[in-house]
């Protein structure tokens, strides 16, 4: 699918400076918004939105389709009259990076209370919103609020060692548990709804000002998740219901023992069978979430590293062949012509140049990968083509800024150079190189814009801890930022005005500057 020239700039929720220990959907995230539209911004990146798991990453989301309720807004809920000012007062008013066991403990309660009295006092407008919401959802919500509160009452355990009857969710045994936790089953309902509202109050706002959501889906589920527990069917399990095979990928840029994720590979036969159901549901849920999205690890559409569950790294894995093309042509088929971006980074084959190309994806490039010799050119822009998202870097990169102070070869700061023909002012030199880009759309990392270093780095592949909690800081998003950024928009015509609009400004200041000059053509 074509896109328009544009830019935007990538910062996920959680990094937002809000109210209580994690960046959230009240009103920094408004103010960002404000901030994008002065910029003359078409975009706003973010990463999954799904509920995480183990090691907080938003890539192991224990469910596909809900939302994470750490991004709800406590204040709004407040100004719902679903709880009480001073019940959410003495929270943490900010904090430089976010302490997810802390956040977890002392928001969970809290947005537990807030559903409580929403269920008690059952406001008209909101309870009929909150009614058509279950009955549209039921296909994913219902798995995800079981598995919540289950989770919880056998202490965070995964769900293959639950009760045996559980793990298999026999009939009976469901209808008894949805008795017995009718109240905290409907909780989790009303969390998923604010979650829902909160969501589309923030987008229908930015949508207002020109600007669009890009969202990004993990190709992959963790195991310990709803998904995996409600439909073991589609994934490559033994007959304990463990994996067999994980996914990851082999020893690249990254890691010289591969990276080793650990989630179950899918039954792509089962699921071609099914008519590709379950990816059909997922994909029309995150295209009532964002515009367009990205697809995480594209690779693996085509062929997944396959590595054998009891395996310590990656290094013993295999390519499978995946049925991408049948995949994406079921897609189309029930939802459409969909704006997807493919991230083709990694170990790319023609294979899979072709499987992009087929359906028309832009491809992503990363600037700080193109400077170290000539195999690595394909990411500087004199190689890029109209369909490309070019970024100066992702959430997977150190900051440009950090990259430049700890990680450059001497033969990339001797190519920047070459290629830029200085060395300093490394940061905005890059930003600039994207932007001039050819690339339909550019994407800049919050940090670089802030000209942040490795402090501020957001993941470290195959590090197992310590990863996602940067922050924004406060105040930062400042009139002249945005000014220099607009400014920078405007001149590389990624500010959304139609070419031929353009012209006509064009020729109109001509024909006013021959009327000062006494000038004709």
Not at 68 to 95: C, F, K, M, V
Not at 496 to 520: H, L, R, W, Y
């Amino acid at each position: 699918m074509p896109f328009e020239r544009s830019s935007g700039v990538l910062l996920h929720i959680s990094s937002l400076p809000s109210y209580g220990g994690i960046g959230d959907m009240g009103p920094s995230a408004y103010q960002f918004a404000d901030f994008l539209e002065a910029a003359k911004q078409r975009y706003w990146q973010v990463l999954p939105l799904n509920p995480t798991g183990y090691g907080n990453s938003p890539y192991g989301a224990i469910s596909a389709f809900a939302g994470n309720h750490l991004l709800i807004s406590l204040e709004y809920l407040s100004d719902w009259g679903w709880i009480a000012g001073e019940r959410i007062a003495g929270l943490p008013q900010a904090t430089a990076v976010v302490d997810f066991d802390t956040v977890g403990k002392t928001k969970l309660p809290l947005l537990s209370e807030a559903a409580r009295n929403f269920l008690e006092k059952r406001p008209a407008k909101q309870w009929e919103r909150f009614l058509a919401f279950c009955t549209r959802s039921a296909y994913w919500l219902e798995d995800y609020v079981f598995y919540a509160v289950l989770r919880r009452k056998y202490d965070y355990a995964s769900w293959h060692n639950w009760p045996p009857a559980v793990v298999h969710r026999e009939p009976a045994v469901m209808a008894a548990l949805a008795e017995e936790y009718a109240l905290e089953l409907a909780i989790e309902r009303v969390i998923q709804f604010a979650f829902e509202e909160q969501w589309q109050s923030l987008r229908n706002y930015c949508t207002n000002r020109k600007i669009d959501f890009i969202g990004d889906i993990a190709i992959f589920v963790s195991y310990d998740s709803a998904d995996v527990w409600t439909h073991p069917e589609i994934f490559e399990l033994d007959e304990h219901l463990l994996p067999q095979k994980v996914a990851g990928v082999p020893p690249d840029y990254f890691s010289a023992t591969g990276q080793k994720w650990g989630n179950p590979l899918y039954k792509w036969e089962a699921l071609a069978a099914r008519g590709f159901d379950w990816w059909i549901d997922r994909v029309r849920r995150a295209t009532e979430l964002y515009g367009p999205i990205r697809l995480d690890h594209f690779r693996g559409f085509e062929a997944y590293w396959s590595i054998p569950a009891e395996d310590e790294n990656a290094i013993d894995g295999e390519w499978v062949k995946a049925p991408g093309a049948a995949l994406f042509s079921a897609l189309r088929a029930q939802l459409g012509d969909l704006p997807l971006i493919a991230e083709d980074l990694g170990d790319i084959t023609e294979e899979v140049h072709a499987l992009r190309e087929e359906f028309g994806m832009p491809g992503m490039r990363i600037l700080q990968f193109g400077f170290g010799g000539r195999g690595a050119h394909i990411y500087l822009p004199h190689e890029y083509v109209k369909n490309t998202v070019v970024y100066t870097g992702t959430h997977d990169n150190d900051t440009t800024l950090g990259w430049w102070q700890n990680g450059a070869s001497e033969i990339e700061i001797a190519a920047v150079g070459v290629y830029l023909g200085h060395d300093t002012d490394i940061v905005w030199s890059l930003i600039r190189l994207a932007a001039t880009s050819v690339a339909d759309i550019c994407l800049f990392p919050m940090q670089d814009l802030l000209e942040l270093g490795s402090e501020a780095r957001m993941n470290i592949p195959a590090a197992a801890s310590n990863n996602w909690g940067w922050r924004c800081p406060h105040g930062v998003l400042s009139a002249a930022l945005a000014q220099k950024l607009a400014a920078l928009t405007e001149v590389t015509d990624r500010d959304g005005i139609k070419p031929e609009k353009k012209k006509q400004v064009f020729i109109t200041t001509m024909a006013s500057n021959d009327a000062v000059t006494g000038f004709s053509s």
